[in-house]
């Protein structure tokens, strides 16, 4: 390996791992908005309580893992970790915009949160080797 090779490596880690974590961030506050627009809708079904529920059950699971992992990072791999939290991410993501269930919103929204919260631990965890 040349050691221009070695000097671009760090920057395009960098810029993936810029790329990924702005996304969850993204994913993360954007369906909290998008279900705080939803009270003003009008003859919508779901009402604050409900939405409260839901949007409470996310951070939760965010601060619950992400207080958890930090504690274990040293134990994981941080890249297999981040990997995880990209992909199940999507994939709660995707099944919520499948249902218009309630429960399934409440489900989904909390696996979201629970996964988001690995990811910051693993990004650290990989900047800092």
Known sequence: MSTSDLAERPLSLLFL??????SLSFARRALQDV???ELTIPGDRLDATQLGIILSSQTL?????KLVSGIFMDQ????????YTLWSTAGSLFFMALSSNRYCWFIM?????L???????????????
């Open 35 to 37: 279900f705080t627009a």
């Open 17 to 22: 791992l810029f790329i990924g974590y702005t």
């Open 76 to 83: 994981l791999n941080p890249s297999a970790v981040f990997v």
């Open 115 to 129: 996964a988001l919260g690995v990811g910051w631990p693993a990004v650290a965890k990989i900047l800092r080797t």
């Open 61 to 65: 699971g965010y601060t619950t893992t």
């Open 109 to 113: 929204y909390t696996i979201n949160g």
